[in-house]
């Protein structure tokens, strides 16, 4: 079946300017996450959705960083006036359950910000 | 400390070695281990996930947790030039909610 899809898989962006990456969850996983992975880096954790329970945004490093996902389905993470350190690539992963040690992961969008 | 440690290679290995892949982590509430693989430019892939100690074997690879001492371990058979890739490892805690990943490992296996 269909995986987790993301787009888009490059975006180079202006400093200051919003940015908007969406995320594509495998039908039926209840449970969403983003993560950002900058070079040499480890997995950061951003943000997490469990079906309509309240997001877990403890991991969102700034105000400048949102995200929502409709209908339990699909996600958008929304980077407003980005920073050259907002640079780097950003996974999303769906878990069939609220276990998440099951994460199935999209390929990723890579930011740039110039 | 960080919650999960990893040394971050690169490790090289011939076609065929035997490959031990190791983490360490800080917090006792983990109960779920996880490993994944990573190409370049390419999003990590589930390989296998424990819970608890134990040994959990999937073909050419064996996950070993030890809770004693915070260590996981992923075992790679005959190794391939095809498994060259970073390998990450997580953990989380009974609830499912709390992972925390690893740097990862850089992982060469040379034809």
């Known amino acids: 079946g269909a995986g987790v899809s993301q787009s888009p898989s490059n975006k180079v962006t202006e400093k200051g300017k919003d940015v908007e990456l969406r995320c594509d969850p495998i039908?039926?996983?209840?449970?969403l996450y983003w993560y950002r992975q900058s070079l040499g880096q480890g997995l950061e954790f951003l943000i997490y959705f469990q079906g309509n329970s309240a997001p877990d945004k403890s991991g969102l490093p700034s105000d400048r960083f949102s995200a929502e996902r409709t209908g339990g389905s699909v996600s958008t993470l929304t980077i407003q006036r980005t920073q050259q350190e907002d640079s780097a690539v950003y996974l999303c992963?769906?878990?069939?359950?609220?276990?998440?040690?099951?994460?199935?992961f999209g390929p990723g969008t890579r930011l740039t910000v110039t | 400390q960080k919650e999960v440690e990893q040394d971050p290679g690169p490790l090289s290995v011939p076609e065929g070695a035997i490959v031990s892949l190791n983490c360490t982590y800080s917090?006792?509430?983990?109960?779920?281990f996880m490993w994944y693989r990573q190409y370049s430019r390419k999003g990590p892939e589930l390989l296998m996930y424990t819970y608890s100690s134990g040994n959990k074997e999937d073909g050419r690879f064996t996950a070993q947790v030890d809770k004693s001492s915070k260590y996981i371990s992923l075992f790679i058979r005959d190794s391939q030039p095809s498994d060259s890739a970073t390998y990450l490892c997580?953990?989380?805690?009974?609830?499912?909610?709390?992972?925390?990943f690893g740097p990862g490992t850089r992982l060469s296996v040379l034809p």
């Open positions: 997580a953990t989380g805690d009974n609830y499912g909610q709390n992972f925390v």
């Open positions: 992963a769906s878990s069939p359950g609220g276990g998440g040690y099951e994460q199935y």
């Open positions: 917090n006792s509430a983990f109960q779920y």
């Open positions: 039908s039926g996983h209840t449970a």
